[in-house]
């Protein structure tokens, strides 16, 4: 049997699902009270993803507990697009790069660690996976031992430049290998990287 992540929280205790939950695992009935506008909210959207209700409800909960309150714990904050087009089309490329080693250094360090015991490939696969299910959207294939990623965020070029150069600098220093980057667009970033 798993053990809970214990984790203190200002003067509450609280356990965490482990992050690498099975989907095997087997479900209980449990009962909430829920407002009556939320209820129907999600019913809505379960029709609208064709799902179960409770399927809905579940995938949820569990993204919140396997990623989003660890988001909140290290202060992510949610901005809005024009705000990020705005800001970073002040940024100069040489700029962007240097803010991007410097970010992408400290989430190596600091972040990957914090999600997870261990800072690994495998770790460092899940973490970027996390991390970019926050973006519009994202894609993983993977071919052998290389892993192909693509976001789609659509904010410019700047973004993109400070996005590679993080990038640069949480997976080399981890998975020991050169990231191939695609060309940058405003809108998209595309690369790649092997895994031993």
Partial sequence: MEKKRITMVGESLILYLPRDT?????????SFRLRQDVLKSLEVEARKRGVTLSSLVN???????TSEIYFEELGFM????????????????KRAEDLGKDLGLTVAKEYVAYFFPEVNTDSLIKFLELWFKRFQSFSHRMDNNRHYFTINHEININFSII?????????????????AFRELTPNTIAFSFEIS
């Fill in 163 to 179: 996005l590679r150069a993080m990038l640069e600098g949480i997976i080399e220093p981890i998975a020991k290998r050169t990231v």
């Fill in 59 to 65: 995938k949820i909960l569990e993204n919140y507990m």
């Fill in 78 to 93: 949610l901005m809005s697009k024009g705000f990020l087009r705005k800001t970073f089309n002040e940024v100069t490329e």
């Fill in 22 to 30: 099975k989907r095997s695992e087997r479900l209980v009935h449990s």
